[in-house]
């Protein structure tokens, strides 16, 4: 379908007289090519989702608070008053606050650099509300849809917002890697002291390894080379030749030669500009090593004597924790990351789900790095969404005047 080919959501029409639902129809730039994350059906999913991840969060709190280490918890809590282990908490809140500043401008440098239509500030936003719609969605998979509707919205072609935000996707992919792969130079500290009992945790780490890296590996492999992407569509072809496989699979043949397609050129455009692919990688990675080291700073707010030289062992600790949580069908990983996280914890500070006072301070660590990590960042980036929303209805507003006046101009100069 040609991207001329423009469509209106009938949102957009209510309480508007004709001339100005024309104008807005004139102004206004959607196609059917892209989905709208704020249509009626997806409105009604986001918010099935909300009250999902509200369920889980009750679920995982109780059951964190109902493993007979409350009074540990609440100790934990309360170190955090004693002396200046305050300031530490602090500290972890300034590094959140430095993650999600830094986050979206590998999508602002890839962005301008393929010649987006959208401005600086609109792509900021947009690379912010990814969080939302990443954590709100099972596989956190929401947020390269929006984006991809955003940037299209703001007149760019469906090919080049999907270009844009495959660079980006292809950017985090690298940066992510990167720390899984350096993380397995401390890879027998996390497994050592890891309750015989749970044995099976190091294969599912192991396993979340695995499909990262061959998941990076693929994806560079199907822009670098047209004869793996013809032979994956031969494949789905052949497949689809079985009736029930071609019911779910048929329609979607096109979709994948399209994105193999858009895969392709944008590897080739990212050789082109290796330079800004360079900084978006070292953004991309800063603002994920801030993240990942928030426990650090929370283990020092609640009185756990970390120094400076296990801030890497720790760091790199929840990225292998998130490793295990990969699969996790839930919206934000909700109740898996948590399971995983505190595994780890606990084998890097020598104890067992079994010893009350340190499975207390595993908790207590747990639950404040989720409140930061996940939780505040979901609100900081539900309202950056609502500031972009906010922003280009009242850039259209503006628009449907100035047509507005631009007519009337016209219609006294014909009258003269």
């Known amino acids: 379908m040609d991207d001329n080919n423009k469509e209106v959501p009938q949102e957009e029409l209510k309480g508007k007289d004709s001339s100005d639902k024309q ?4 102004t206004l730039v959607v196609t059917k090519e892209v989905e709208d994350p704020n249509s009626k059906k997806n409105r009604t999913k986001t918010i099935s989702y909300i009250i999902f991840l509200v369920a889980m969060t009750i679920l995982v709190v109780t059951l964190f608070l109902s493993l007979g280490e409350i009074q540990q918890i609440g100790d934990a809590f309360i170190n955090i008053t004693k002396g200046t282990n305050y300031v530490w908490l602090i500290v972890a809140f ?68 999907t270009g844009i935000v495959l660079g980006n996707f292809i950017v985090f992919l690298i940066a992510v890697n990167i720390f899984y792969a350096v993380s397995l130079i401390y890879y027998p500290r996390y497994v050592n002291n890891i309750d015989p009992s749970m044995n099976w945790f190091k294969y599912v780490c192991f396993i979340g390894y695995g499909f990262n890296f061959a998941f990076l590996g693929f994806v560079i492999s199907l822009g670098a080379s047209k004869k793996l992407a013809n032979f994956l569509v031969k494949c789905m ?59 650090f700073f929370i283990l020092k707010s609640i009185g756990i004597q970390v120094g400076w030289n296990d801030f890497m062992l720790v760091t790199l600790g929840t990225v292998f924790a998130l490793s295990a949580s990969v699969w996790v069908p839930t919206p934000g990983g909700t109740g898996g990351i948590e399971y995983a996280f505190k595994i780890v914890l606990l084998s890097l500070l020598g104890g067992s789900m079994f010893d009350a006072a340190i499975a207390g301070h595993a908790s207590a660590v747990t639950l404040i790095w989720r409140l930061l990590n996940y939780y505040i960042v979901l609100i900081a980036s539900f309202i950056c969404n609502g500031i972009f929303e906010g922003k280009f209805q009242h850039s259209l507003v503006k628009q449907i005047k100035q047509k507005r006046l631009e007519k009337n101009k016209n219609k006294d100069t014909e009258n003269n």
């Open 237 to 295: 072809q052949l497949l689809c030749k079985i009736k029930w496989i071609n019911k779910f699979l048929g329609n979607k043949i096109d979709d994948f030669r399209d994105y193999c397609d858009n895969v392709q050129k944008v590897i080739k455009e990212m050789w082109k500009h290796r330079k800004t692919v360079f900084f978006s990688v070292v953004i991309k990675f800063f603002s994920y090593l801030c993240s990942y080291s928030l426990p």
């Open 94 to 161: 300034i590094v959140l606050i430095v993650h999600f500043a830094t986050y979206p401008l590998s999508l602002c440098l890839i962005g301008k650099r393929l010649g987006t239509k959208s401005k600086f500030s609109d792509l900021y936003l947009i690379g912010a509300s990814e969080h939302f719609y990443n954590g709100i969605t099972p596989f956190s998979v929401g947020g390269q849809p929006f984006q991809v509707y955003s940037i299209h919205k703001n007149g760019d072609t469906t090919s080049k917002a």
């Open 23 to 26: 104008d807005v129809v004139d």
